[in-house]
């Protein structure tokens, strides 16, 4: 269909929909997918949500480092050779799936030559390691990225090396030759690039051929410790970034920024300070992100270092500010509490911050888990949105959007993306070899696709209404107390001169909110997101809520 026509089709359902029929458009969930088109017949239009979100355009005006990206383990995503590990061409053929939902970023965990499934000790940091395919594979992928302005962001991992490098074989087979000298960086200046010692302290190990000399590895013995104190490494770590800038990538997500100097946090800025500064001298416009596993007051403190973003723990997992809001644990109104109170206190620290909310990831257990009883399905889909509605650049682990399980150990986390209740359909991984056994509480993919009270299709509306509201992605918070309670979430976003209200309904009961402003216009109802068939109703200043249900009016 041609745009003249999307665009008179987006007038007539605006005009039936917001312009005082009293019923609130469904966006998300309340029409089967036959149902998933506008039609016209004589000037008159049928259908509802699904039709409005088709016409919700992509927001303009949205700044460098907003958006909406979505986290792939491509070991587990999708096999494209039919070896059962997940590779960069399978990354490649899902990416319509994926932008289909409306992400406009990538997350990649690390894909560099490794001795681990998870690949988080690097070998080599100038490759694709082989099991996910070559740099051409990866040159390929970046190229279809960009033709569908996906922007790409890779894990990079400079906390520790792994103990296979060149970098510390060389450093080891070095200090086993000095037969009681002392060790010269000058001789050999990968000694430099990592904490050797002749002290054998906490979480040190002794080093291969000596008897006398030890070296860190906070997180595994065969992940040695980088020194990035060292000017040496400093110029190789450049190197590094610029090979990868070059190649096209949008950042990188630093991982385990907190142990560059563990229990060191000041270290740990000046670190990320001069990282953040290296790299934007390459590339102005780069996007960074740091894994700050602590406490908000902590990684707002990491904000000091000039880095665009740190994830922000406080809202994700299962102890977290979402999940304690849709369980019950927690009033409704201390969502939007957190979120405008997290403004001012990054903001002490960077007034430039972009916050990185997210809801789990690939250290977490899923989100499945965390709800029980008849209203899970319920909790599922809107814990989801919450995420999704916070200010910055959101990031959502693969298979959230299809509410899958994952708990335990780390192998079971990053089970295999669940395309199919078929493991022998094209294109399944087989996970991680020490998975256990897990049986998924929802249906698969193709399953879902075709129900328009997925799980699915409710992450896939939510994106799409994030995507249409500028002051959703970067929008300043304001709490409406008047409008809050115990089990109502209500806050305004405001971008500019643009400002919108967003109320949710965190019970799974129907909740009446009074609307009305003195000396204001009423407002309407511009989206909806809804977990099941029940739909709001906006009548004489009073919105009746659905159970779970969520609305985007527009003042």
Known sequence: MGRNWKIVIGCLISICLFAGCGKSPAVGNALPVEADKAIVEEGAVTGYSMSLNEELEKAQGIRPGY??????????????NGDGIGDLNGLTDKLDYISDMGFDGLWLMPIMPSTTYHKYDVTDYYDIDPEYG????????????????????????????????????????????LDGQEPSEAECPSFGYYHFSKEQKAKYYQVPGTTDWYYEGQFWSEMPDLNLGNESLRKEIEAITGFWLEKGVAGFRLDAAK???????????EVLAWFSQMVKAQKEDAYLVAEVWSDMATYASYYDSGVDSMFNFAFADSTGIIAGVVNGNNPASGYGKAMAALQEQFAQHNPDFIDAPFYTNHDMGRSAGYYSGNNAPKQVKIAGALNLLMSGNTFTYYGEELGMKGAGKDENKRAPMYWSADKAETGMCQGPMDMDPVKMKYPSYEE????????YNYYKQAVKVRNAFPEIIQGTVEVLPDLSSKEIAAFSKRDGENKITIICNLSPEPREVRTETAGEDSPEIKAALYVDEASAELKNDVLTLPGYGIVVLDK
Request: aromatic letters at 16%.
């Open 67 to 80: 958006g909406t990206t979505y986290e792939v383990f491509v070991y587990s995503f999708y096999d494209s």
């Open 259 to 269: 142990e560059f100097y563990t229990g060191a946090d000041s270290a740990n800025i």
């Open 134 to 177: 070559s740099m051409k594979d990866f040159e390929k992928l970046i190229g279809a990225c960009q033709e569908r302005d996906m922007r790409v962001i890779i894990d990079l991992v400079i906390n520790h090396s792994s103990s296979r490098h060149p970098w510390f074989l060389e450093a080891c087979e070095y200090l086993a030759g």
């Open 448 to 455: 879902q696709k075709e129900d328009s009270y997925s799980i």
